[in-house]
């Protein structure tokens, strides 16, 4: 579950992924997969919480992480990469 | 405080307001007044969380609802019009 606190000093990331409607799902299946199997173990997560847009057109991540430095050794991890 | 669980029949809007980075700490002031004193108290509110932009150009508002409906109420009140 995620947590927002004023003054908590946490980065968050933002991230809109555009989707055609019949495939908002597995949008949502596969951006689950990739944090619970490998994400979620990378040392500054924190958490991540995806969000459905009502039109289905959307996935909005909401991802808490402890630091830039943190959030930029996972991007740099290639295990994640078969997911995308 | 913000808490997002999965699969709660919760509405959220995140609304991302772009400034001048020398108004962002005043924007976040104006957001935090208008919800403190008027919105919050409006049926439906769950709860708001501002986010700062690390390059000081924009002001992304987190906020959960109970419905649509009670949210366009909201949007309808005049009271705190002023603040925009």
Same mark, same amino acid.
Request: charge should be negative; hydrophobic fraction near 40%; glycine fraction near 2%.
């Given at each position: 579950?995620?947590?927002?606190?004023?003054?908590?000093?946490?980065?968050?990331?933002?991230? /809109?992924?555009?989707?055609?409607?019949?495939?908002?799902?597995?949008?949502?299946?596969?951006?689950?997969? /990739?944090?619970? $199997?490998? /994400?979620?173990?990378?040392?500054?997560?924190? $958490?991540?919480?995806?969000?459905? $847009?009502?039109?289905?057109?959307? /996935?909005?991540?909401?991802?808490?992480?402890?630091?830039?430095?943190?959030?930029?050794?996972?991007?740099?991890?290639?295990?994640?990469?078969?997911?995308?």
């Amino acid at each position: 579950m995620t947590q927002i606190k004023a003054n908590d000093p946490i980065l968050t990331f933002i991230n /809109v992924f555009k989707v055609e409607p019949e495939n908002q799902e597995r949008v949502v299946e596969l951006l689950t997969q /990739v944090t619970e $199997s490998s /994400v979620k173990f990378t040392p500054g997560f924190i $958490s991540c919480a995806l969000h459905k $847009s009502t039109d289905g057109t959307k /996935v909005t991540m909401y991802a808490q992480w402890q630091s830039l430095e943190l959030y930029q050794a996972m991007r740099d991890d290639p295990r994640p990469l078969p997911f995308f």
